[in-house]
């Protein structure tokens, strides 16, 4: 079953907006990744977090994990036309030896 | 140069048929993956190898056959293709299998079966 669900399933929202999605998970994890899925390609690696990691940065973007409530948040500020694309949470399961994917949040940035 | 490769990238064939897909890296990676993506976008690992050694098979049938000539090459066979097989595959590696590493994924291939 899956292991991580993204909320909301897809966001529109105008350029130069904040744009957060949402991730929970069902067992401890080592760590949890966020990726990017433009439409027709691959998946890029944007952050990972580990289990004893509260909060990660890395330029526009901003990762907070609660393993207590076993959630994660990706924020993206100032977003832009080109952020547009499917994001998508990875865990891996302790002991599973593989990432479990959600089914990611569509996200829309209007120009 | 293209980190993580896949040929070919739209593959359209008729149903029983079998077809490979290509896969190689050239990162220095000692694991590969093969992963399923269906309509809705689901992503779902199908197989992992590490240097070369089989390590999860997950519940793929046996129609699908995975071979690693060497560990910077995942290629896989599809026997007797159905329609259920139409989705996009995706070739990914990573240094550390079992998660706990960045993956680097392929541009994936598109599976239709008619």
């Known amino acids: 079953s899956q292991q991580g669900e993204e909320d909301p399933q897809a966001l529109s929202i105008q350029e130069g907006e904040n744009a957060t999605m949402n991730c929970s998970y069902k067992?401890?994890?080592?760590?949890l990744q966020w990726y990017r899925q433009n439409s027709g390609r691959g998946l890029v690696h944007l952050i990972l977090?580990?289990?004893?990691?509260r909060e990660k940065h890395s330029g526009r973007l901003r990762v907070t994990l609660d393993t207590s409530k076993k959630s994660s948040s990706l924020l993206i500020t100032a977003s832009r036309a080109a952020d547009t694309a499917s994001y998508f949470c990875a865990t891996d399961a302790q002991g599973a030896q593989k990432l479990v994917f959600g089914q990611g949040t569509r996200l829309t940035i209007n120009p | 140069d293209t980190a993580v490769s896949q040929t070919p990238k739209y593959l359209v064939t008729q149903m029983g048929n079998d077809k490979s897909i290509k896969c190689e890296q050239n990162l220095g990676h000692d694991t590969m993956y093969w992963y399923k993506q269906d309509s809705k976008k689901f992503l779902k690992i199908m197989f992992s190898?590490?240097?070369?050694?089989?390590?999860i098979n997950e519940t793929v049938p046996n129609r699908f056959s995975p071979k690693s000539p060497d560990k910077a090459h995942l290629n896989l066979h599809i026997n007797s293709l159905e329609l259920g097989d139409s989705a996009v595959y995706f070739c990914?590696?990573?240094?550390?299998?079992?998660?706990?590493?960045?993956?680097?994924f392929g541009p994936g291939t598109r599976l239709t079966v008619l």
């Open positions: 067992t401890s994890i080592n760590n």
């Open positions: 977090i580990r289990s004893n990691e």
């Open positions: 990914a590696s990573s240094w550390d299998n079992g998660g706990t590493d960045t993956q680097y």
């Open positions: 190898y590490n240097n070369k050694e089989l390590i």
